[in-house]
């Protein structure tokens, strides 16, 4: 049996794969960080949103939703399904999305790790860091979690991502990001 075929797919808010996607997002993304597919297009049109189905010979297996603006490509959501994962799906989706988005930084905020703990948010990191994220230094803070910002590319442009944080919270409301350095809040 050869290896199954991965590939990412954009779709729309009428796509027929949408409930499927709708529930690996409900099993993978906490509540208190979720966002419905139809909130995600809500907010978003087809030059500043996409919502790429991740397909695995051709069958939904996860998706991501990354914000465009300017220069940037913000990964705002990324979900495989909870019986695929741990299978490389994920490392192999992220290497197809720098692909896709090649030249330009790809911005990611994962749960920033707490100190000499190894858990969940410390593999996530190492996650983004093996493929192809790097640390930018710089952090977020919603809803009392603390977040640091990842890139990929060669350096991170602070002020284009503060830029886009202010657009970020003219179209979804509760999102207020203030980036920040450690001790500099």
């Not at 896709?100 to 996530?124: C, H, L, M, N, S």
């Not at 920040?180 to 809040?185: P, T």
């Amino acid at each position: 049996m050869g290896k199954k075929e991965l590939k990412l797919k954009k779709i729309g808010s009428d796509s027929p794969d949408k409930v499927l996607l709708e529930a690996i997002n409900q099993e993978a993304i906490p509540d208190e960080e979720r966002a419905s597919l139809d909130d995600m297009f809500s907010t978003g049109t087809d030059t500043d949103l996409d919502i790429l189905e991740i397909c695995r010979d051709e069958e939904p297996v996860g998706f991501l939703a990354v914000r465009i603006y300017k220069s940037i490509r913000y990964l705002a959501y990324f979900a495989v399904r909870k019986d695929l994962r741990s299978q490389g799906i994920g490392s192999e989706a992220l290497q197809l999305l720098i692909l896709r988005y090649e030249g330009a930084p790809i911005v990611v905020e994962f749960e920033a790790p707490e100190k000499d703990r190894e858990d969940i948010r410390t593999r996530r990191k190492n996650f983004y860091l093996c493929n192809g994220f790097h640390d930018t230094g710089w952090y977020n803070s919603y809803d009392g979690t603390e977040f640091e910002v990842g890139c990929t590319g060669d350096s991170f442009d602070i002020e284009m991502f503060c830029e886009f944080a202010d657009y970020l919270s003219s179209i979804i409301e509760d999102h207020i990001p203030h980036p920040y350095r450690k001790g500099e809040k």
